[in-house]
């Protein structure tokens, strides 16, 4: 059975390992299009220009905004982020999976726009857990440390807002989690009517 394409946005606090995540399905499913999100903070070690986010000026990503250019956008942690409204558009009508990593904010905007996404909510396996994972990054001063761990506490109140929650303690076994909701996902009634009208409709 032939099934549709799906949107599926995955959510979690900072620290979650919401890139480290979607970097290993990206492994096991090339066939998936993961889409970066425009942003204005500065570039992490190892992070690539249009693989890991667009990296943007906060004027170019202003004019962006007149323009009407983005699906969703939000400021978080002093940094804007956004999404693509032409990217997001074509790698739909492509036919393949499409992923977007997306902040609680930015999240619940792209399942005002499409309901038919399916969300995800990355948890840690507890809070002290992500403190260590933040702090480990190396990256950011203790202010914006501060910053996300008190963004975190309030983003964990949205969890029920999305269809699924996992408890992301093991790379592999979230993937695998990710990998079964998709599966399921697509032999969903709704997502093969099209298909059954010539069977059984």
């Known amino acids: 059975m032939k099934c549709s394409s799906l949107l599926i946005v995955v959510s979690g606090p900072s620290g979650t390992g919401k890139g480290t995540v979607i970097k290993a399905l990206r492994k096991i499913s090339p066939n998936i299009a993961v889409l970066p999100s425009v942003t204005t903070r500065s570039p992490r070690k190892g992070e690539k220009e249009g693989y890991s986010y667009y990296f943007s000026t906060r004027e170019e990503f202003r004019n962006m905004i007149e323009r009407d250019e983005f699906v969703e956008w939000v ?8 999404t693509p409204r032409k990217q997001l558009e ?3 009508k492509s036919g393949s999976d499409t992923v977007l990593e997306k902040e609680v904010k930015g999240a619940i905007k792209i399942k005002e726009q499409y309901p038919d996404c399916v969300s995800i909510f990355l948890l840690p396996p ?7 994972r933040i702090e480990g990054r190396g990256t950011e001063e203790v202010s914006i440390i501060e910053k996300r761990l ?3 506490l309030e983003e ?3 969890i029920n807002k999305y269809d699924y929650v996992i408890i992301n303690n093991c ?5 695998k989690a990710i990998s079964c909701i998709t ?3 697509k032999l969903k009634t709704g ?11």
């Open 75 to 82: 400021e978080y942690c002093d940094n804007y982020y956004g």
């Open 90 to 92: 074509d790698s739909l």
């Open 126 to 132: 507890n809070f002290e857990e992500l403190k260590r």
């Open 150 to 152: 008190n963004i975190a």
């Open 156 to 158: 964990m109140s949205y």
């Open 171 to 175: 790379i592999k076994s979230t993937v």
């Open 183 to 185: 599966k399921a996902e």
């Open 191 to 201: 997502r093969n009517l099209d298909i059954l009208k010539g069977i059984v409709l």
